[in-house]
């Protein structure tokens, strides 16, 4: 079974850059072998429920309104991980950042631990 891990998240000024990876738990899996990455925000609040935010499928990717203009999802093979870059970071980006092998439903067993991302002045 796959397992991915995230990392890279921290605090951002407004405005700022920040780049998250996404790496497997086993060098043996190479990214480039799933065939769809996805990036999740679980924005902080009472309601925890997770949206899509971008995808790397087939080489294509894929992004939310919200932040099809900010954001780059890309595949580095020589770090053997998919990335999410952040740009022109704002409040509202501000949240747990997960990865995962594919499109999942909100009650997959699977999700881990994340990367936070804190937006503020």
């Known amino acids: 079974q796959v397992k991915l891990v995230e990392s890279g998240g921290g605090w951002v000024q407004p405005g700022g850059s920040l780049e998250l990876t996404c790496a497997p738990s086993?060098?043996?899996?190479?990214?480039?072998?799933?065939?769809?990455v996805a990036w999740y925000r679980q924005i902080p609040g009472k309601q925890r429920e997770r949206e899509l935010v971008?995808?790397?499928?087939?080489?294509?990717?894929n992004y939310a309104p919200s932040v099809k203009d900010r954001y780059t999802i890309s595949r580095d093979d020589a770090k053997n991980t998919v990335d999410l870059k952040i740009g022109n970071a704002k409040a509202e980006d501000t949240g747990v950042y997960h990865c995962?092998?594919?499109?999942?439903?909100?009650?997959?067993?699977?999700w881990g631990q994340g990367t936070r991302v804190t937006v503020s002045a």
């Open positions: 995962t092998p594919g499109i999942v439903p909100e009650n997959w067993p699977a």
């Open positions: 971008a995808t790397l499928s087939f080489g294509y990717p």
């Open positions: 086993e060098s043996r899996i190479t990214m480039s072998s799933i065939d769809t």
